[in-house]
């Protein structure tokens, strides 16, 4: 299973002769972030804000997709929605493997959802805070998931990412299995090893 960071907090997916995106953003959104053009079997979208929903962007195959994706109910905040509504955590099954896109996740995880989210082999996480779970929330979340794979996600870095979020090495300080990767791409099997993988923005 290959896991590909498109910037932000757009992952694609490729499984099983597959490809699935999670929130593509529109164009000019996400500042230091260039235009997406995408082709892929199914999009899925955590909310409906400009960052996460240009469904429009991503040209669909039309084949259909038969990877397993489940939906869990979540919140934008720690209000319960109230500041900023609600949000979809997607869980993508193949291969023998789970990964789970957390979209714009704003809270820590109670029994009842991390029950419903289940074993995990990567969790995609945001970390930058402000609109999203902090970097002290997103390391407390990483580890009530117990997932040997943690991509941080919608953060800050460089001239990337809003001015008002928290930067990368927030919330990689807080790690102490932190691997660096140059591409944006990470090979996702049984036998990958835990580490808090940062993949590299290609544009």
């Not at 929130?23 to 079997?41: I, M, N, T």
């Not at 291969?95 to 082999?121: C, F, Q, S, W, Y």
Request: proline share 5%.
């Amino acid at each position: 299973m290959k896991l590909i960071w498109r910037g932000h907090s757009c992952f694609q997916i490729e499984a099983e002769g597959y490809s699935v995106v999670f929130d593509p953003y529109e164009d000019g959104k996400v500042p230091g972030c260039g235009p997406l053009r995408l082709r892929a079997d199914a999009v899925y979208c955590s909310h409906e804000h400009g960052d996460h929903n240009a469904r429009g962007l991503v040209t669909l195959t039309g084949r259909g997709c038969p990877l397993s994706v489940e939906a869990v109910p979540s919140y934008h905040d720690d209000k319960r929605g109230l500041l900023r509504g609600k949000n979809t955590i997607h869980i993508l099954s193949a291969e023998g493997l789970r990964v789970a896109h957390m979209g714009d996740l704003g809270h820590k995880l109670n029994a009842r959802t991390l029950e419903a989210i289940g074993p995990l082999d990567a969790v995609l996480l945001p970390v930058g805070g402000h609109f999203t779970v902090d970097a002290a929330t997103a390391n407390a979340v990483a580890r009530s998931l117990g997932a040997r794979v943690v991509v941080p996600m919608h953060y800050r870095l460089g001239n990337m990412g809003f001015d008002v979020i928290g930067t990368l090495d927030q919330f990689t300080a807080l790690r102490d299995d932190v691997r660096y990767y140059d591409t944006n791409t990470l090979e996702l099997g049984p036998d990958t090893p835990a580490q808090t993988a940062v993949l590299a923005y290609e544009e």
